[in-house]
């Protein structure tokens, strides 16, 4: 083979590995990716628009006065008298708070009251209400002649309530807020609601004018990939706004909701009925059992660390006959490779000679090329799925790792990244082409990962490495089971 040929060769296996990542990335983007709803404006039945919110007026400059803290089992809501709005609602177990500078800045704020009459939803929200903390509950009144609204928010002991109470006025909306902005990792960032049962995700790119949803709506929030802010109950209908980058949402309640502003712990969403918030992508048949899983070995072991070691060792060890039919026909590959090399150079003119040779070589070996590549296939959307609910666990946030503050954050020094790196070409080196090019392209793109993992959460690199470490194991194990038995004098046992 010439050097030019050579160098065409390491063109067209790189531009193959490349399709390959491209074609897996895509596969991802549309098998795991949250699947998005079109949004489309109501039947004209419907005869519901949605409420002003009286933005670009003086609303901007009025600032909420006179604000009151209160500790409601884990979160801590602060409330202004004008208005009764919530000015910060911070989750106190991961210190977060729920509450966006884009509602800050355009002083909008969740609990507001939108009505269809401007001058009324001036009145609700920037008239002085009368707040109390009586038994464990913030009630919130405004009295003006016939109209009475009352906001009352309590803690029961496991969840967060709401209710709203009106007098001499038809219900108005209540607003929830803006959706968080944070790295999403193709998760949804965004309005959720789940009306007549099915549940449905709006993103901002998907608002061009206002719309209302009317039916019977069980949730309705805003979410981000680790936390939710919104409502679970009787809702007969949903606005959804966008700000920027950013959507916005209000309800029309029935009755009491449980209300939640805080992280998607799922022991607190499975109780509060909102488990649905947790955005588990298109293959929701795939990656909600690993995900349950995770949680029930983190309840027994009480590491999430550990529960990822276990989660990968479990996952790896039910593949490994694909595992073991995988590198058992690429051992076979390069035990074949001299003889495919002389074939190469004895029909160089004659490509059909060839391919009917090299048919004749596997049969004769009993080598099947797509037994090596069908369980890698195999493998590829289990390995996505673990990928999607390390991406989605907001417990991880809370979980430290040596010299990491957080799971969910990626590593200051990037030492996993590279430890990880490393397992990847210590797998290279175990298991070798016999063509080196493939060898330095396979180290190559060790790099390449590295690179690209540099920004990812932790926890995420911490199941590449175990998943790795496991691998190489497992790849160790085959080898000295397949491989020819030596007797004492060097010469192979039949």
């Known amino acids: 083979m010439t050097p030019q040929e050579q160098d065409l060769r390491k063109v067209f296996l790189l531009l193959f590995i490349s399709t390959i990542m491209i074609f897996a990335f895509q596969a991802y983007m549309v098998l795991f990716q949250t699947p998005k709803t079109k949004v489309e404006p109501e039947p004209p039945k419907a005869q519901v628009q949605a409420p002003n919110l009286l933005l670009g007026t003086t609303r901007e400059n009025v600032k909420p006065l006179e604000i009151y803290s209160f500790s409601l089992g884990p979160y801590k809501l602060s409330i202004s008298k004008t208005g009764a709005r919530l000015i910060s609602a911070v989750y106190k177990p991961y210190s977060k708070e729920l509450i966006t500078e884009t509602e800050k800045k355009l002083n909008i704020f969740p609990l507001e009251l939108i009505s ?37 928010i309590w803690y029961d002991g496991k969840l967060l309530r709401f209710r709203l109470i009106t007098q001499g006025i038809e219900t108005p909306f209540v607003l929830i807020g803006a959706n968080l902005k944070e790295g999403e990792l193709f998760s949804h960032n965004g309005s959720v609601f789940k009306l007549n049962n099915e549940l449905r995700r709006v993103s901002a790119d998907d608002i061009k004018t206002p719309q209302v949803f009317l039916g019977d709506i069980s949730i309705a929030g805003q979410e981000s990939r680790y936390y939710f802010k919104g409502f679970a109950g009787e809702i007969s209908a949903i606005a959804i706004y966008r700000l920027n980058e950013h959507t916005l949402s209000a309800i029309m309640p029935k009755g009491e909701l449980i209300m939640h502003y805080g992280a998607k712990d799922y022991s607190y969403l499975k109780t509060a009925n909102l488990t ?94 797509a037994s090596g590549c069908l369980p890698i296939l195999l493998q590829i959307p289990i390995f996505f799925a673990l990928y999607k609910v390390l991406t989605i666990t907001s417990e991880l946030q809370l979980e430290r790792f040596l010299w990491v503050s957080s799971l969910a954050e990626k590593d200051p020094y990037y030492i996993l990244p590279i430890l990880m790196g490393l397992t990847m070409v210590a797998q290279q080196m175990l298991t070798p082409n016999p063509d080196k090019t493939q060898n330095y392209l396979m180290i190559g793109m060790s790099f390449i990962f590295v690179l690209a993992f540099a920004g990812f959460p932790s926890g995420l690199v911490l199941y590449w490495i175990f998943n790795n470490i496991i691998s190489l194991g497992q790849t160790y194990i085959i080898k000295k089971l397949t491989q020819p038995k030596v007797n004492k004098k060097g010469k192979r046992k039949n």
Do not use: C, H
């Open 116 to 152: 269809s009459d401007a001058s009324m939803t001036m009145k609700l929200n920037f008239s002085p209400y009368e707040i109390k903390f009586q038994e464990n509950k913030i009630i919130a009144t405004l009295q003006d002649g016939e109209l009475k609204i009352q906001k009352q």
């Open 276 to 369: 649905d918030a947790i955005d588990f992508g298109r293959l929701k048949l795939i990656v909600k059992p690993f995900f349950l899983f995770l949680y029930w070995i983190y309840d027994k072991t009480g590491f999430w660390v550990i529960s990822i070691f276990i989660l990968t060792f479990i996952v790896r060890l039910l593949m490994f006959p694909l595992t073991y039919k995988s590198t058992v026909a690429f051992s076979k590959m390069a035990e074949l490779a001299p003889k495919i090399q002389e074939l190469k150079e004895k029909y160089a003119k004659d490509q059909a000679k060839f391919q009917e040779e090299l048919i004749k070589l596997y049969q004769q070996a009993g080598f099947n090329p």
